[in-house]
């Protein structure tokens, strides 16, 4: 635990601040806070400064069952609402979200040491962006006629699935909670939400806005826990989808425990994304977005683009233009607004990107700049890491291969479109991709070659409400956001209608 007294040089929110300690978080089923029957508990910690939070409960198997079948319980009246309410409700819960926004902001930075500006900007807005996305989609859900002369019709239409199951990590955890939540409600389906162990808090507060604004209870039900609470949820025979967010590796253990049920699945995995920068590019631009589809974060989010590959006549001046703007890069307090660079989730997970850059150190990469603990005393019960940017890398180094989620940018040297088309697609991940370029028929080529579910050209980690997010190959399975995934949360009944005699066989 970090000294309480470092806290006194970090700025405080005007809801929540650096040395803020908050009751016992329980769970909350059928629309009301409850305690936890396992009588275990965890602590969640600032990340900041080392500091317990609070203690959580943790969901057993007995308070994830409760959870179920008050979901089960709620899915009656909820599928049964008539589009237009739910909808209706969906955009109340908008309004709270929004009128919330700071509050809500400030939580999210005390549980997870991201950037208040960040934040009070992006986790939340993104996610009431979502729901309202939804909520405008719910009444449009329709189904199918045919007509099947001389007498007889079907009509297919598009039913909820039942309880879903989402489970969160902990880089966006609101906004993932909202992300999972808004297509699953709109289409009529109840949830079960477990966040990330290290991110408890925000998920409650879903929670609660989503009872102020009308859901009935049980619609949206937060359990609390580690992999053990979420194994209850995808082994549960009352729950008929899963959606994950998480590591790759954590996808193939739910889907073989989802195997046993066959439940749906949706899963939002772990990548390693091609950043590709021709010489044509606006050199500018690319540094810019080079900076942001790295450090944001801290380098905590999904689809960073992390293997940053340079056309060779251009490969010198970006590097040139980088370093000096990496090194201005402000890391400290997560609720100074000035703040750029927060703190990474835990002690844990900053000793392995700590690990990642001294396997960069020592091979034959060239550290440019970063990969340091800051020297402000005040930070030193954080988990604060400077970020790091590596030239010279090439494609067979570990760091440089597997997913840090952290600030680590690795920069390579390329020849050709075609070899870096190849290199780019070099690995089991395909969550996105970029390529910085004026020249758009290559621009397309690009589009086209790289096997990616999302690819900017001359942008970056933009991800709108109507477009899907999600990943090829191992970073995932099916989409969220956009309307494919009105599908994946629905199914599809065909009623066939007789409007004549039965015509017998025998
Ligand atoms: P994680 O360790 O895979 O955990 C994700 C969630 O799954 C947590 O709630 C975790 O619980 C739970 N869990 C772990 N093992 C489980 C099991 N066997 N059965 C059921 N649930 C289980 O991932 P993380 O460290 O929280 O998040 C980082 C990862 O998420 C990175 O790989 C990142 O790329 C990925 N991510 C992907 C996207 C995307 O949209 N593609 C977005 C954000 C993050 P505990 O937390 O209690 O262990």
Redesign the pocket.
Known sequence: MGDRDSTANLKNGRHYGADSRLPTQGLFIHGEAVSATSGETFETINPATGQTICDVQQAGAEDVDRAVKSAREAFKVWSRTPAAERARILRHAVDILRARNDELAELETLDGGKPLQETLAVDIASGADVIEYYAGLAPAIRGEHYDLPPEAFAVVSREPLGVCAG??????PMQ?AMWKSAPALACGNTMVF?????TPLTALKLAEIYHEAGLPPGAFNVVQ???R???A??CHPGIAKVT???????GK??MA?AAKTLKHVTF????KSPFIVFADAILEDAVSAALMANFYSSGEV??NGTRVFVERPIYDSFLAKLKPRVEAMRVGDPFDPETQVGALISREHMEKVQGYVDMAKASNATLVVGGERPSDPALSGGNFLTPAVFADCTDDMRFVQE?I?GPVMAVLPFESEAEVVERANATDYG?SGAVFTQNFPRAHRMAREIEAGSFWINDYNITPPEVP???YKQ??IGR?NGLQTIESFTQVKTVYANLGRFQGMY
């Not at 489970?167 to 966006?172: P, R, V």
């Not at 477990?194 to 290290?198: I, N």
């Not at 994950?244 to 954590?250: H, M, N, Y």
Request: proline residues 2%; hydrophobic residues 35%.
């Open positions: 489970i969160g990590a902990w880089n966006y993932i477990k966040p990330a162990e290290l826990g580690d992999a609470t979420g194994q949820m995808t994950l967010t998480g590591e790759a590796e954590t253990l739910v425990d939002e995995l772990g990548g999904c689809s997913e989620f969550l997010f999600g990943g970073s995932g969220e």
